[in-house]
């Protein structure tokens, strides 16, 4: 899993124990960050590669590539990772990188999603899970579910909802992935995810 700060989709993952799957590693671009201490805490390696060490975003990315790579992963897992990754970062894990977004995409890319559907006015948004592309926010989408937005909402009670989705659809998304049930065809991703 790549991460970069509060780690709560990690912990939901740590928390779903599978006989077919699991977390092999963290890799962070900060230091000191609850997601390293989450994984720590589960006894699962973690490693920061410190964006601030770095002049270019490709040898940033690169370098988290090589990271993850360490891990002989299977799958990327972006969740909460604030970072884009460059191309060759991408290419070198074609359709085995996801992304866990807070929107109905493509509505609402960027690091704002939840704010800027609060401003916008909309009364649904809601989570998307989608393999990662070159472009931000949109490379094939494997699962979304809506989420209301209530008159009384602020940014934090919106997100907080959002969370409680984003906390089942992740695991139930790498189940899937690690029972081969999903297969990218074109910008579309056939077969399901179990609820
Ligand atoms: C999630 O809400 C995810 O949608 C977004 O960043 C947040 C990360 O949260 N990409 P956490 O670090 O997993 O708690």
Redesign the pocket.
Known sequence: ML????????QALLDDSSPDWSVVGVVSDRPHVQ?LERALAAGIPGVVVDWSDFQDRDEFTDAIADAAAAFEPNYIVL??FMRILGEAAIHRFRHRII????SLLPAFKGGRAIRDAIEYGVKTTG?TVHFVDEELDHGPIICQEAVEVMPSDDEATL?AR??RV?HRLLPAVVQSLALGQLEVVGRKVEGRVSP
């Open positions: 991460a970069s700060g509060s780690g709560t989709n990690l997601a969740a909460g992304n866990i977004h807070p989570v997100h959002i969370q984003e």
